[in-house]
């Protein structure tokens, strides 16, 4: 299994960005794919998750309204787009999947949200 994270940069309060994960290694469309952050000296913390075929979206409360989860199953990627950034939202982005019996994570993209 491979997860590799893009997509993440230095934006302005109030800016956007698109997160990337592309995967590989195993049946992409038949699992659901998740968004975490973290912080330093801070647990890792779920922001979105999205199903496998249906596609059914669900997000954590700081980023709801703000961030949208989408995959697409063709090209094995699940994104994140990211609007209306505020500093808090600095963190390290990890996409994830749970498979057989593992959570497997990619490197992670750091996100930095700063004036």
């Known amino acids: 299994v491979q997860l590799v994270e893009s ?3 230095l934006v302005q309060p ?3 960005l698109r997160l990337s994960c592309t995967a590989s290694g195993f049946p992409f469309s038949s699992y659901g794919m998740s968004w975490y952050r973290q912080t330093p000296g801070k647990q890792r913390e779920w922001v979105a998750g999205i199903s496998d075929s249906h596609g059914t979206t669900n997000y954590a409360d700081s980023v709801k309204g703000r961030f949208t989860i ?3 199953n063709a090209e094995s990627t699940v994104y994140l787009q990211m609007n209306s950034l505020k ?3 600095t963190a390290v982005y990890y996409c994830t999947v749970l498979y057989t019996g593992r959570r497997r994570w990619g490197q992670g993209t750091q996100v930095t949200v700063s004036s």
Do not use: M, Q
Request: charged share 35%; hydrophobic share 0%.
């Open 7 to 9: 997509g993440g940069g």
């Open 14 to 16: 109030g800016g956007s």
């Open 70 to 72: 989408s995959r697409d």
């Open 87 to 89: 500093p808090e939202d």
